[in-house]
């Protein structure tokens, strides 16, 4: 079974499922993978315009997925992450991710760089790497443009999960929806981007992200050596392995 499902909905709309409801859609090399080729493919037909993004099972995606990590070249993790993102980020499609039970660090990630994000009730969101001895420095170029510093701060380094309707008020997510109507909520959204002429719509998009001073992928190179930084660190082996044996980490000073 593929990690990642890809259905054609209409011809303008496709929709792309996370697909490892068995260890809530964790973010693993193969999954990041088929989700920057299923999102390219999507972007390389003129007829689409929306990517509508979900998960299977219990919750939307927990990030990384630590038991792969301790196996695989830190560079390799963080290089395949910072692609997915990107690809999200710089795709002409409109993106709408409709998220559910838990969206947690690198899940969090990739629903923060796209375009529209639609939670359901009771979702809890957040992003805890700094508990696992990591820093949020892909995810944090996105954040800076969608969060004002203070609940930026204190989303990193309190690192608390926050519910939907709080992700709502501080601008993280745009529509908090009853789980039952998270999917039809999505087609609405999707109804009202097609209204608009494809064209104008790209350049837009295109706009808002000249207008920043610097783009998403130069904040990415930027970003990719900080979580590197830390993923390599002596602090992340010992995050990751507490997680793994579920015990609390031992920081030293």
Not at 194 to 213: C, D, F, H, V, Y
Request: net charge negative.
């Amino acid at each position: 079974m593929p990690v990642v499902l890809v259905e054609k909905q209409t011809p303008q709309i496709t929709l792309l499922t996370l697909n490892r409801p068995e260890r809530r859609n964790a973010l693993t090399i193969e999954l990041m993978s088929e989700l920057t080729a299923a999102i390219e493919e999507a972007g390389a037909d003129p007829k689409q315009r929306i990517l509508i993004l979900r998960g299977a099972g219990k919750a939307f995606c927990t990030g990384l997925d630590l038991q792969e990590a301790v196996k695989v070249e830190p560079h390799e993790t963080a290089e395949t992450v910072a692609r997915t993102l990107l690809a999200l980020a710089q795709t002409r499609l409109v993106t709408i991710a409709t998220v559910h039970g838990a969206a947690v660090a690198g899940g969090a990630g990739i629903m923060s760089a796209c375009d529209f994000v639609i939670a359901a009730e009771r979702t809890k969101i957040g992003y805890p790497e700094v508990r696992r001895g990591l820093v949020a420095g892909l995810i944090m170029t996105f954040l800076r443009r969608q969060l004002r510093e203070r609940d930026l701060r204190e989303l990193l380094l309190a690192s608390e999960l926050i519910e939907a309707e709080r992700a709502r008020e501080i601008g993280l997510v745009n529509r908090v929806v009853p789980s039952a109507e998270l999917e039809s909520e999505a087609q609405k959204i999707a109804a009202s981007v097609l209204q608009g002429a494809p064209g104008a719509i790209t350049n837009s998009k295109r706009l808002m992200e000249e207008l920043w001073s610097t783009s998403v992928k130069e904040d990415i190179d930027v970003a990719l050596r900080h979580h590197l930084e830390a993923r390599e660190s002596a602090e992340a082996r010992e995050g990751i392995a507490a997680y793994n044996e579920k015990r609390p980490p031992n920081w030293t000073a």
